[in-house]
C-alpha cells in the first residue's frame, strides 16, 4: 500500500500518537455502524473532496478501488461534489482521482 515519506516520517518521529491515532480510525471504521467499507471510503473521498485535501482525495481512492469501487463511481462521487464545494474543488479533486486512476492503468 502506498504511504507518503510525510506519514512514514510521522509514524517513526511519534509512534504512540500514530498507535493511538490508528485505533481511533479502526474504531470508527468498524465499531461505528454499519456501512461497508467501500460505502465508507466513497463518503471520505467526498469529506476530502470538500476539504480540498488532495492527499485525502488521492488515499480514499486507492481504498475505494480496493474496496471494490469502480472508476465510474468514484468519478461520479467527485461529480457530485461540484453543486456542494463549487467547481474549484471539484475540478482539483477529479484530477488527483485521475492520477490515482492512471497510476493504477499503468
Not at 488521492?58 to 467547481?87: C, D, P, Q, W, Y
Amino acid at each position: 500500500m502506498y504511504l507518503p515519506k510525510k506519514y512514514t516520517d510521522f509514524t517513526k518521529d511519534f509512534p504512540e500518537i500514530t498507535d493511538a491515532y490508528k485505533a481511533l480510525a479502526s474504531a470508527c471504521r468498524d465499531k461505528g455502524g454499519p456501512l461497508s467499507e467501500k460505502d465508507q471510503d466513497m463518503i471520505k473521498l467526498g469529506i476530502a473532496l470538500g476539504a480540498n485535501s488532495r492527499g485525502g482525495v488521492m488515499s480514499s481512492t486507492r481504498k475505494a478501488l480496493n474496496a471494490g469501487a469502480t472508476h465510474e463511481e468514484i468519478v461520479h462521487a467527485v461529480l457530485l461534489g461540484l453543486t456542494t464545494t463549487g467547481f474549484p474543488n471539484m475540478i482539483a479533486a477529479m484530477g488527483w482521482v485521475n492520477e490515482v486512476l492512471s497510476e493504477r492503468e499503468d
